[in-house]
C-alpha cells in the first residue's frame, strides 16, 4: 500500500511540474503582446511592431477618439486632438497622442493612470470616430483631380479609378504621400498588364496621391499624322523617331525648312533643322526634348516657311496626344 501511495504522489508531482511549466511558457508581459506575433526565442518583436505600424493609421490633429475605461462607464468620452496633438481625459489631464496608433495611445493612457495611482490595472480603449482627413487627394494627370472619401484601407488603383483614371498625359510614376509620414513620399511605378498588381499599394484617408506627367513631343505641319507624342518610360525620342510617329512626311513637305521651336527660360527658341540631310544621314539626328515641337513647313506656298513662332505654337496646342 505504501508503495502505490509513493508511485502514486511522483505521478502527482509530475503532473503539477508539467502544468507549472506550461503556464510559465504562456505569460508574457503586457508590453510584449503583440497580435500575430511568433512566440518564443525566434520571435523578433521589433521587426512585427514596425510591420505593424506602417499598416496602423495615426493618431493626428483633429482627429475625434472615444476613450473608454473597462467598468468605469463615467470615464468613457469623445475627445478631438488638438492642433498640438494632445487630449483631456477625465482625472488624467493632457495627454499627448499625436502620432500614436490607437493601441500605443491606450497604453500611454493606462501607464499614465497607473503611474499617478489612480487606478491599479486600468483596462483602456481607443477607438477612431472620425479622422479629420476622411478622404484621399488624387491629383496629376487624372482626369477628375479632387478629395475622394474613400474610408478605410483602400489601393492605389482604387483611389486613382474613383478620380476617372488617367488622361493620354500621364506618366509612368505616382507619388504617395503619407498622412503619417509627409517628408518620405513613395514613388510608385505606374505599370501596366500582370506586374501592376504589385505595385497597387495600400493607401489610407488622408494619403496624397500625384500621378506624373510624361513629357510630350509634338510634331506639326507636313506630315500624315500631326500629334503629341508622349515619351513613355522616359524613353528619349529623335527628330526621326518623331517624324515616324508622324507616320512620315507628306510629298509637298519642305524639308530644309523644318525647324524645332523649344521652350528655354528666356522663351520659345527656334532652331534650324535640316531634316534632308538627317534623313540622309548626312547630319546627326536630333535629341529631342519633352515640350518640343516639330515644324515640317510646305514648299507649296511661299509664305509656309515663315510661319512665326506663336503660329507653330497654336498649331501644336490643337493637335491630339498620342502614346508611344
Known amino acids: 500500500m505504501k508503495c502505490k501511495l509513493t508511485s502514486l ?16 511558457d504562456r505569460v508574457v508581459p503586457k508590453e510584449a503582446r503583440i497580435e500575430g506575433a511568433p512566440s518564443g526565442p525566434q520571435a523578433k518583436p521589433d521587426a512585427v511592431s514596425s510591420a505593424r505600424s506602417t499598416r496602423e493609421l495615426m493618431i493626428g490633429a483633429g482627429d475625434l477618439l472615444e476613450v473608454s475605461l473597462y467598468g468605469m462607464p463615467d470615464f468613457k468620452t469623445d475627445v478631438r486632438v488638438s492642433s498640438g496633438g494632445e487630449i483631456s481625459l477625465p482625472m488624467l489631464g493632457t495627454v499627448t497622442v499625436r502620432g500614436l496608433s490607437v493601441e500605443q495611445a491606450a497604453n ?25 482627413t476622411q478622404g484621399i487627394s488624387v491629383l496629376g494627370e487624372v482626369q477628375k483631380p479632387g478629395i475622394y472619401p474613400l474610408l478605410g484601407e483602400r489601393n492605389l488603383y482604387d483611389a486613382i479609378s474613383a478620380a476617372g483614371g488617367t488622361t493620354p498625359k500621364a506618366g509612368r510614376f505616382v507619388m504617395v504621400t503619407r498622412r503619417n509620414d509627409p517628408r518620405h513620399p513613395l514613388q510608385v511605378p505606374l505599370l501596366s498588364g500582370a506586374d501592376s498588381m504589385k505595385n497597387n499599394v495600400t493607401v489610407e484617408p488622408g494619403d496624397t496621391i500625384v500621378v506624373s506627367k510624361a513629357g510630350v513631343v509634338y510634331v506639326v505641319g507636313e506630315v500624315h499624322q500631326p500629334g503629341g507624342f508622349v515619351m513613355e518610360n522616359g524613353n528619349d525620342i529623335t527628330v526621326l523617331k518623331a517624324i515616324a510617329l508622324a507616320q512620315g512626311t507628306n510629298p509637298n513637305a519642305k524639308l530644309d525648312g523644318a525647324r524645332v521651336i523649344r521652350k528655354t527660360a528666356e522663351g520659345p527658341q527656334d532652331v534650324p533643322l535640316s531634316l534632308k540631310k538627317i534623313m540622309a544621314a548626312q547630319a546627326p539626328d536630333i535629341q529631342l526634348q519633352a515640350d518640343d515641337v516639330v515644324f515640317v513647313p510646305s514648299s507649296a506656298a511661299k509664305g509656309a516657311t515663315k510661319r512665326g513662332v506663336e503660329a507653330i505654337l497654336q498649331m501644336a496646342t490643337g493637335v491630339a496626344i498620342w502614346r508611344l
Open 9 to 24: 504522489t511522483v505521478l502527482l508531482l509530475a503532473a503539477l511540474s508539467s502544468a507549472y511549466s506550461f503556464a510559465q
Open 108 to 132: 500611454l493612457i493606462e501607464r499614465n493612470l497607473s503611474q499617478k495611482g489612480i487606478f491599479n490595472d486600468p483596462h483602456i480603449t481607443v477607438f477612431v470616430k472620425e479622422y479629420a
